[in-house]
């Protein structure tokens, strides 16, 4: 099967370039001295990082650290008060106008961020449409595509998160852990460049948490789709993962590969946070 973004799963760009065109080491997500506040309260400080295209990033962190605020952000659900996010070589919630760098309009954050799609904590399925509907709803009605065309990528997609036969159920006939497989095809179906999880197995009861992390396992693993997750699943971190960044306080302490992060990290606030996740 083709990759979420249908090109085949590993296949090389030209010229030392990604699976999506863009060269090796290129960053498709950037932020660049982002600040978010909430009141008084600094929840992003003059933050800086990059994802570079075709990577699995995770972030990690104590709760109120930023993590969920950086998602959110690249889904123009909260814009920063300072600083610039680019995904994929364009502003998110910015635009250049007269050669001055502007807040940008709802139609440009719109075309920006059809290319990043997200699972959330709660499933957020259309609760009057069956399963195969949920999936197709949006590639038709946002992106234009063919019913058909849309039904036979949903099918593809909802055989890869194992859901076949129930196509044609409603999410109040599927438990939690297959709501949520839905969903992650549902956000596949629109073809993103990004995909975001945002703590998806915490709504979950404990013995539906491992096949949601399975088919996400086996999607960071058959595709190239970039990858930002926010998890407190560290064993599910160590495997998707090529890195990780450690927050605290609304900044990185320390990034690195997950072997190094995980088994040997730098920083003090690094080793209490892990000790207290195990």
Known sequence: MNTPNDTPAGQPGEAGGTADGRRAGEDLITFTDVTKRFGDNVVLDDLCF??????????????????????????????PDEGTIEVDGEYLTHERKNGKLVPAGEAHNRAVRKKIGMVFQQFNLFPNMRVLRNVTEAPVHVLGMEKDEAEERARGLIELVGLTEHLDKYPSQLSGGQQQRVAIA???????????????????????????????????????????????????????????????QGKIVESGSPDK???????????EFLSSVH
């Open 261 to 271: 992060i995980f088994n040997d990290p730098d920083h003090e606030r690094t080793r």
């Open 50 to 79: 990059g994802v570079e295209a075709n990577k699995h990033v995770t972030l990690i962190g104590p709760s109120g650290s930023g993590k969920t605020t950086i998602l959110r952000l690249l889904m123009t659900l909260a814009k």
């Open 186 to 248: 549902r956000a596949l179906a629109m073809r993103p460049k990004v995909l975001l999880l945002d703590e998806v197995t915490s709504a979950l009861d404990p013995e539906l948490v491992a096949g949601v992390l399975d088919v996400l396992r086996d999607i960071a693993r058959s595709t190239d789709i970039t990858m930002v997750c926010v998890t407190h699943e560290m064993s599910f971190a160590r495997d998707i993962s090529q890195k990780v960044l450690m927050f605290d």
